[in-house]
């Protein structure tokens, strides 16, 4: 495929991810004092008693113009099959250009690792409340871009650095992990210059990026002993194959196996797109970790 037809194709993909009309949750709380705080609780369509849990950690590069509500069709889509979700909003970068960049910059340093923490934390007892009949025992964590980075950060916080203040003593109960087109290994996304600079901008420059990278890059974070699977569209232009495929080498020289589903004609957003079928397959591969 010609580069102008995969720009032609990527640009139909984004604008059908982006059609649907914003889906409002069943019920929201917050898990702090700062209104990027919150979960927003989807119960299962079929009404389901003892339905698993899947965690949504959206993308957008960490920045702040994007938030939750362009993955509510997604989690609306997940609990039209059967699962209860909790959509998770975190704090992210500022609009307004700062001096580590030209536009909107990516995260933010540590609230961002500090939301995501404290909103898994909070997750058992906001269940408790909001969908009290969902099985709080089987929990899937998903991430879309970014928010895959996010899902793999979650799920690897028992084995940060001593002395972080997001480390786990133990390895949190979780099902397992499917992350989508992830930002999941830093060397090889700031080869590519992934999303603009945005893996440098959320981690900071020089020696704050050398400092930071082994508590944030989950390809720094292995293995997990959490089974964990990856999706990802071969012709994804905003994070390319060859970021999940580095993260995925880095797990078996770890000594842990790491599922990579590659899929055939399918970019960056079709992952989330209700109406795409690659939204299926990950529907499917949740299902296999949740069930």
């Given at each position: ?82 699962f209860a979700v909790a959509n998770v909003e975190y704090r992210r970068g500022s609009e307004l250009p700062q ?142 194959h060859a970021v999940a495929e580095a993260f995925v080498d880095a797990a078996a020289k770890a000594g842990e ?35």
């Amino acid at each position: 495929m010609s580069d102008s037809a995969a720009r032609d194709r990527d640009a139909v993909e984004t604008e059908s991810a982006f059609s649907h009309p914003a889906v409002a949750p069943d019920a929201s709380a917050a898990y702090g004092d700062h209104p990027d705080q919150v979960i927003d609780f989807y119960a299962p369509r079929d009404g389901r008693a003892g339905a698993p849990v899947v965690v949504v950690l959206h993308g957008g590069a960490w920045r702040g113009p994007y938030d939750r509500r362009h993955v509510t069709p997604f989690a609306d889509f997940l609990a039209r099959r059967g699962f209860a979700v909790a959509n998770v909003e975190y704090r992210r970068g500022s609009e307004l250009p700062q001096q580590r960049g030209s536009g909107p910059v990516a995260g933010r340093w540590p609230e961002t690792f500090d939301d995501v923490a404290a909103a898994m934390d909070a997750l058992p007892g906001l269940l408790a409340v909001a969908l009290p009949a969902a099985d709080a025992r089987r929990i899937v964590v998903t991430g879309h871009s970014a928010g895959g980075q996010l899902a793999l950060w979650a799920a690897a916080r028992h084995v940060l650095p001593q002395g972080s203040p997001w480390r786990l003593a133990a390895a949190p109960l979780l099902r397992g992990v499917v992350a989508l087109a992830p930002i999941a290994d830093f060397a090889t996304a700031v080869e590519l210059d992934v999303c603009s600079g945005a893996v440098g901008q959320l981690l900071g420059r020089e020696a704050d990026f050398a400092a930071r990278s082994p508590y944030a890059d989950p390809a720094a974070l292995l293995p997990t002993g959490i089974a964990t699977a990856v999706v990802q569209g071969r012709t994804d232009l905003t994070v390319p194959h060859a970021v999940a495929e580095a993260f995925v080498d880095a797990a078996a020289k770890a000594g842990e196996t790491v599922g990579l589903t590659l899929l055939e004609e399918v970019g960056h957003f079709p992952l989330i797109d209700p109406a795409a079928d690659a939204c299926a397959v990950v529907a499917e591969e949740i299902a296999q970790l949740a069930w």
